[in-house]
């Protein structure tokens, strides 16, 4: 299907009407003794041609239409033709949405690592370019795509924020992450603002140069009850993030909600023994941590769109 796809542009029927291209190629293809599965991505591999258009049908036609359009982003990118401001004369953002909409829906393949593929491919045709800088482009040009996308559909900018600040570049998992944590939020307000104001105030006091060894026989109860909540929770984030399972990530990050709440009414930080207050810091180091992967709390400590 894709070594075929593009066949149909050299004939005279799509020279003539341009809107029949993919459509004439899998009317060839069938002519040509090509199965339905060839014949029907080749006409669907265009798709989705704009932002609610119905992507392809089958899983062939949609890894073909997603190669189709990352070979163009990658390739316009490499040779310094990205998009810049309101000008795109390749429907670069068209090219993206697409893409983005189909790992939405499922197509299993990290983008990412599509790119890199994609790069790869043009850097061993002699293309030179810096790769690493165009990867970052590359990068870049979807995360914000895939920001627009989720602000038109309703999405808060600070749960976007949060979640992209966690350093997730794949669009599907930006997307579901994006969508659960405002769930969360939404199903549990009160509980949800509590949280993020105490990791907001944890981040703030915290000292990541410390590191996150604490000394268990200089803490009182409530470090105590917050270490081992930490230790525990870790875990099951870990296990969650493993299994794609975001929300329960962050039924999980719930869990130190009261246990934080508990270290700050009956512990001083900031306390006058320099080996006490070290220990208290990175306590605090290793809380924070527990959320590095999830998302930055501290982006939603005031809520609002």
Known sequence: AAYLAKADLVTNAVVEFTSVQGVMGSYYA??????????RAIADHYRPRFSGDEPPASDVGRVV????????????????????????PFALRRSAIGITAMLE??????????????LATYADAGIDF?????????????????KVMLRDSGASSDAIDAVLAAGVEEPAQVIARVRAL???????REAFDDLATAYAR?????????G??????????????????????????SAALAADDYAAALAALADLRAPIDAFFADVLVMDED????????RLLNRFVGVFTDVADFGKMAKGGK
């Open 202 to 210: 944890a981040n703030n006091l915290r000292d990541a140069e410390l």
């Open 105 to 118: 829906a499922g197509l299993p393949v990290s983008l990412m690592g599509a790119v890199d593929a994609s």
């Open 130 to 146: 810096d790769r690493d800088d165009v990867r970052a482009q590359v990068a870049d040009f979807f995360v914000t795509r895939t």
């Open 182 to 188: 405002e769930a969360a939020r939404t199903g549990e």
């Open 30 to 39: 069938e002519a040509s003794g090509e199965n339905e599965q060839v014949a």
């Open 65 to 88: 239409a997603m190669a189709d359009k990352l070979d163009t982003v990658c390739g316009l990118f490499a040779v310094g033709q990205g998009p810049t401001g309101s000008s795109d």
């Open 212 to 237: 996150e060894e604490v000394d268990e026989k200089l803490m009182g109860d409530a470090e105590r009850a917050l270490a081992s909540a930490a230790r525990d929770v870790e875990s099951q984030v």
């Open 274 to 281: 320099e080996a006490v207050r070290a220990n208290r810091l």
